[in-house]
């Protein structure tokens, strides 16, 4: 499975953003999805989830204020982001997992299978 991101870019605080993450693959329903972020010299950091079945689950830093979604007729999962501010930026890469799909609370790098390469969302103040 390959994953491409796409959607970042500069953004004044309180603006809106929305990551694309498209991935090749014919068996997209059947994944589990998620946005994670990072920041240089810290670790990757968990932001949203959205399971195989729709469930969705968030980081307490984006509740509220983001949107993940899916459309498996596209094979893309994408992440409405509003009130940004300049703690969001980062570079956001979207995340995929098989075995796990189902489960909503996966929040850990180690439980996804699949990496997009990142894109990078910066907010100004």
């Known amino acids: 499975v390959q994953l491409q991101a796409s959607g970042g870019g500069l953004v004044q605080a309180g603006g809106s953003l929305s990551l694309s993450c498209r991935a090749s693959?014919?068996?997209?329903?059947?994944?589990?999805l998620a946005w994670f972020r990072q920041v240089p010299g810290k670790e990757r950091e968990f932001v949203s989830r959205?399971?195989?079945?729709?469930?969705?689950a968030y980081a307490e830093s984006a509740k509220g204020r983001f949107t993940i979604s899916r459309d498996n007729m596209k094979n893309t999962v994408y992440l409405q982001m509003n009130s940004l501010q300049p703690e969001d930026t980062a570079v956001y890469y979207c995340?995929?997992?098989?075995?796990?799909?189902?489960?909503?609370?996966?929040?850990?790098?180690?439980?996804?299978?699949?990496w997009g390469q990142g894109t990078l969302v910066t907010v100004s103040s």
């Open positions: 959205i399971s195989r079945e729709a469930g969705t």
């Open positions: 693959t014919r068996t997209f329903s059947s994944l589990g």
């Open positions: 995340a995929a997992d098989r075995w796990g799909a189902m489960w909503v609370s996966r929040f850990k790098v180690s439980e996804y299978d699949y």
